[in-house]
């Protein structure tokens, strides 16, 4: 026995013999129970150097994505991970954890409500799959992380020869995509879900996209994450961080900045110059970074296909806002109860209805807030998208008479 724990390849060998068996649905549960009283601690590089022999040796695609499956549920905890490298606050692999440790808290408040299901009465089944619909719709967030991986981390590990775990991932994402597009259909479906239909709704559709996202969390953190510290260097590791407001953060914004010590290129890839010249004149960078957090007014823009491209960032802001909308669709970033109006408004604004959509609250906090949201028309009358601008009017509605002469206020 010390004989195999000791030697790497005789483990590899093991480990594929018995991950073939559980493919071959050979005496499942024993080989499970052989699986995780033999290899309590597999190292994560000889995970991956075995999926990757296993899809050179021809199992096909879908083989692959069912046989991730089986493992992973095998594996869960069994990993290795203490010689990972560490990294510091703001590293994107940082980030992926913490985007995790958030999506677990989504979960785990899901998990919460799905065991108040069989005890729900028949007039609270509305509230209760409007507060599911309000925690699915945080999850979809997880779309953002897989693309990052996607488009930024996996390109990386194939230059370096590592093409088994991109594949076998980008599946899982894609399922689970479809998964949580599943659970988005039956929350939002339109009629009456009886009480009784609540348990098999949560057993068939919302804890199996529950499910698919803990193992794509546990497989990253156990395989993925490790094998791609050891693979990357910081010139890689910079370049995905600054591209990754391209598609943005999920449900977690990083606070610390983190650039390389032995990188110098400081400048973003996504824009170039100091300038950015317009029909009527230009700014620089840091006057356009200053106006907009010194406007009176807080500025959301979200583009023609329907994501948040961009808000300015005023310490005194009415709607709080943070860089994990980036890149989310604007109909996840509103409750539940009052998206057919975000979505009435926008499919208004595509077909040319209207162009302007004004609301006000009187006692939002104590503070009198309007809201107009405005059509995003170009030269041609193409519809490029929405901008809500948000405004404090407690005081300018107090206003009286004239003020002629300056006059400071004084704090």
Known sequence: MSEIINNSQKRKELLKHLILQLHNNEAPEVVKKRLIEILHSIPYNEVVEVEQELIAEGLPEEEILRLCDIHTAVLDGSIDVSAAKSVPAGHPVDTFKQENRALEECIAKAKI???????????????????????????????????????LLFPFLEKAGITGPPKVMWGKHDQTREL????????????????????TLIMLIL????????????????????????????????????????FGFCLYDPQTEWKPENVEND?????????????????????????????????????????????????????DRNRSIIGRDVRLCHPPGS??????????????????????????????????????????????GVIEVTQDITELRQLEGDQRLLSYAKN
């Open 113 to 151: 409500l799905f065991d108040k299901g069989n005890k729900l009465k028949e007039d609270e089944v509305k509230e209760y799959l409007l507060q599911l619909k309000g925690i699915f719709n945080s999850l979809s967030d997880v779309d953002k992380h897989y693309k990052r991986k996607e488009y």
């Open 180 to 199: 949580l597009k599943s659970a988005h259909e039956v929350l939002s479906a339109e009629g009456n879900t009886s009480v009784d239909e609540i348990p």
């Open 207 to 246: 804890l199996p996209a529950i499910e698919a996202i803990e193992g794509m969390i546990m497989k990253e953190e156990e395989i993925l994450l490790p094998m791609s510290l050891d693979t990357l260097q910081d010139e890689d590791w910079y370049q995905i961080y600054k591209e990754t407001l391209e």
């Open 267 to 319: 400048s973003p890839t996504y824009l170039q110059g100091d300038a950015i010249r317009l029909s009527s004149g230009s700014f620089a960078m840091k006057e356009l970074e200053a106006l907009f957090i010194t406007l009176p007014i807080d500025i959301t823009f979200v583009d023609k296909d329907d994501k948040v491209k961009f808000f300015s960032h005023s310490p005194k802001r009415v709607f």
């Open 339 to 384: 998206v057919h109006i975000v979505e009435q408004i926008i499919n208004d604004f595509k077909e040319g209805k209207e162009n302007k959509a004004a609301f006000w609250i009187s006692s939002f906090k104590g503070r009198f807030v309007y809201i107009e949201y405005t059509a995003l028309r170009g030269r041609d009358n193409e519809y490029l």
